[in-house]
């Protein structure tokens, strides 16, 4: 059962709190990067990963039903993901627990067979629509702080966007406050969500922006 917290931090971060946001941030990424890091070795692409998990989140939190677990929604996505990045590999990979990106399981264990060479191509085309997308967003994010001269949040969005930082990593190197840090990551978060949007991107590009939430 979800928790009167959890259904209260919803309701704020719909409100466009960023204090719940950071607080959202604080209490999943650790988590979601560990998981992430049990499957794919790669430090860098496990922080891609989780951030656009957030992403897909946020693009979402609106229409969110806050009875519904964030711990399992987040999850559920960032399983999905984990998925399409081994499969744009080729490799085959045991799912031992399958879930939509509502965080609902799907049935028994399964095994995921290597692909044949069409879906490896069709995995790194969907992959390089992805980066495409999100590179177009952040040059335009960039470049909106250039004209602000907002240098401060250009600087924190490079450290946890290109470097792939935590919020507490970001703060501590730029010497601020993790709330400043978690302000800016919303901004950001939510400029580049609303110019993807904009980009009338194939549903299969981002699907969490499109899908209908169920009830099951």
Same mark, same amino acid.
């Given at each position: 059962?979800?928790?009167?917290?959890?259904?209260?931090?919803?309701?704020?971060?719909?409100?466009?709190?960023?204090?719940?946001?950071?607080?959202?941030?604080?209490?999943?990424?650790?988590?979601?990067?560990?998981?992430?890091?049990?499957?794919?070795?790669?430090?860098?692409?496990?922080?891609?990963?989780?951030?656009?998990?957030?992403?897909?989140?946020?693009? *979402?939190?609106?229409?969110?039903?806050?009875?519904?677990? @964030?711990?399992?929604?987040?999850?559920?996505? $960032? %399983? =999905? &993901?984990? +998925?399409?990045?081994?499969?744009?590999?080729?490799?085959?990979?045991?799912?031992?627990?399958?879930?939509?990106?509502?965080?609902?399981?799907?049935?028994?264990?399964?095994?995921?067979?290597?692909?044949?060479?069409?879906?490896?191509?069709?995995?790194?085309?969907?992959?390089?629509?992805?980066?495409?997308?999100?590179?177009?967003?952040?040059?335009?994010?960039?470049?909106?702080?250039? *004209?602000?001269?907002?240098?401060?949040?250009?600087?924190? @969005?490079?450290?946890?966007?290109?470097?792939? $930082? %935590? =919020? &507490?990593? +970001?703060?501590?190197?730029?010497?601020?406050?993790?709330?400043?840090?978690?302000?800016?990551?919303?901004?950001?978060?939510?400029?580049?969500?609303?110019?993807?949007?904009?980009?009338?991107?194939?549903?299969?590009?981002?699907?969490?922006?499109?899908?209908?939430?169920?009830?099951?």
């Amino acid at each position: 059962m979800v928790s009167l917290d959890e259904r209260l931090l919803v309701k704020k971060i719909q409100e466009g709190d960023q204090q719940a946001w950071n607080e959202l941030v604080l209490r999943y990424e650790g988590r979601l990067t560990n998981y992430a890091q049990g499957k794919i070795k790669d430090h860098s692409t496990c922080q891609d990963l989780v951030q656009e998990s957030f992403l897909g989140f946020l693009s *979402k939190i609106t229409n969110f039903d806050a009875s519904r677990s @964030i711990q399992s929604y987040l999850f559920g996505i $960032l %399983s =999905n &993901k984990i +998925a399409d990045f081994l499969r744009s590999l080729g490799k085959s990979k045991i799912v031992e627990n399958p879930v939509d990106s509502s965080g609902n399981h799907k049935g028994n264990p399964f095994i995921d067979p290597a692909m044949g060479a069409s879906t490896w191509y069709r995995g790194d085309e969907k992959k390089k629509l992805e980066n495409d997308a999100l590179t177009k967003c952040l040059v335009l994010l960039i470049n909106d702080f250039i *004209k602000k001269k907002d240098y401060l949040k250009l600087k924190t @969005i490079e450290l946890l966007f290109v470097n792939g $930082l %935590s =919020n &507490k990593e +970001a703060a501590t190197i730029l010497g601020i406050n993790n709330k400043v840090v978690a302000s800016h990551r919303f901004f950001a978060t939510n400029f580049i969500i609303e110019n993807l949007k904009k980009l009338n991107l194939s549903h299969e590009v981002f699907p969490e922006f499109y899908e209908q939430d169920t009830e099951t």
